[in-house]
């Protein structure tokens, strides 16, 4: 592991840890060089399925471009980077578990929609903006109403509950 502060190779592991559910280790090194600790992070590395683009076009799987994209739809949102890297996980999780060799991008922007739908409706609409690539605003607010009627549909369970009342 090259050291991010004088670039030199040598280094050593000071200590490690599990993180994030046992499915990372974070390795702390001192660069023997400058004697400079910084942080690392390993993981296992699955055979990751090949992306068919929307043109035909192929490529290999690259898990900081849905990093990127989601850090753009969080900009300015109240969430941490464990927010984002929980989704990236799922949704490749979902991906390896199907055991595919190709998977359509479009199948992945959809799982990403879908978990962003449940966890902020900002970050949804941000991210489906760019997806979905609108070509005018009527497109936009129709992507809006469908999110506000989803959101209509499931309200109605949650109104026709019996109020509690609390005894004090």
Do not use: W
């Not at 799987?61 to 850090?71: N, P, S, V």
């Not at 799922?90 to 055991?99: A, P």
């Not at 978990?115 to 070509?135: G, H, I, M, P």
């Amino acid at each position: 592991m090259r050291c991010p502060y004088c670039a030199k190779l040598s280094n050593r592991v000071v200590d490690s840890r599990l993180a994030k559910d046992g499915g990372l280790i974070r390795r702390r090194r001192e660069c023997e060089a400058c004697s400079r600790r910084f942080t690392t992070y390993e993981r296992v590395e699955l055979q990751t399925p090949q992306v068919v683009k929307k043109d035909g076009r192929r490529e290999e799987y690259q898990r900081t471009k849905l990093i990127a994209g989601l850090k753009k739809a969080f900009e300015k949102r109240p969430y941490g980077t464990e927010v984002l890297e929980a989704i990236c996980e799922e949704v490749e999780k979902k991906f390896q578990e199907r055991g595919d060799r190709e998977i359509q991008s479009r199948e992945i922007g959809e799982e990403v929609m879908a978990r962003l739908q449940k966890t902020d409706e900002v970050a949804y609409v941000r991210f489906a903006s760019v997806y979905r690539s609108f070509r005018d605003i009527n497109e936009f607010m129709r992507e809006l109403k469908d999110l506000l009627n989803e959101k209509e549909k499931a309200a109605p369970a949650k109104r026709n509950s019996p109020p509690i009342h609390r005894r004090d």
